[in-house]
């Protein structure tokens, strides 16, 4: 990408650029037949201290010279109805599931985290960030626990940190999808974890499987919530 000076940058000083110059003395050249004796100037380089800048004095610029923005890792903290219906459907899923959730500070800047029968999600984090955030700790709690109902583990590929990632983050970038709330950080996630096509293949099963046991589940808390709901203008007992 190309890159623009940031003109607030104080400028890195010391390094040594190459000119070119004319001595001050004439020479003189012995005489012979052909050339007369006569004074000439020798060109020669020389070195004088110059202004430079360091990458680190420079930010990104597009073809266009525009800075772009920085990409999100994680979704927008605006509040959203429709996630926060889903969220109360997936505490109660979660609950059934013997798993506590709980809404603790974050303490290294974390959105969120699994620890066993236990999903936080920072007290900070709110709308569909929220949502999203939960189902990828639950999909933590489903795959990467041993006593998850979709338990994946044994091989060093399976249990590393960046696999159990992709794992989670698809599953919630599927579920957040399904429902149609807006899913646009998870590349951006994924590639800090080094994933790639071929990764999501490769773990594509297991993903769509937890996905939809987590939509399955959701959707029938739903329907049990809105039967037990009266009816618009019903009569009261």
Do not use: C
Request: net charge negative; hydrophobic share 30%; charged share 25%.
């Amino acid at each position: 990408p190309l890159k623009k000076k940031i003109e607030d940058k104080p400028a890195a000083t010391g390094a040594w650029s190459a000119t070119k110059g004319d001595s001050e003395e004439p020479v003189t050249t012995e005489p012979t037949d052909a050339t007369p004796g006569e004074p000439t100037k020798r060109t020669f380089l020389r070195f004088m201290a110059v202004t430079v800048f360091d990458i680190k004095d420079t930010e990104p610029m597009n073809e266009k010279g525009e800075i772009p923005e920085t990409p999100k890792w994680h979704a927008d903290n605006e509040p959203n109805e429709l996630a926060s219906k889903l969220l109360k459907y997936g505490k109660e899923l979660a609950d059934s599931m013997g798993i506590k959730v709980t809404s603790d500070a974050s303490s290294r800047g974390e959105q969120g985290y699994s620890a066993g029968d236990h999903i936080n999600i920072s007290s900070n984090v709110t709308g569909i960030n929220e949502f999203g955030t939960f189902i990828h700790e639950i999909a933590h709690e489903l795959m990467h626990r041993e006593n998850g109902m979709f338990y994946v583990g044994g091989d060093r590929d399976t249990n590393s940190k960046e696999t159990k990632e992709l794992q989670a983050e698809s599953v919630s970038f599927v579920v957040v999808s399904h429902y149609g709330l807006p899913a646009k950080h998870q590349p951006t996630y994924l590639a800090l974890w080094r994933a790639n096509k071929d990764a999501v293949n490769k773990n594509l099963s297991v993903i769509q499987k937890v996905a939809k046991f987590i939509i399955t589940e959701i959707d029938k808390i739903q329907a049990e919530d809105k039967s037990e709901q009266p009816a618009p203008n019903s009569p009261q007992v």
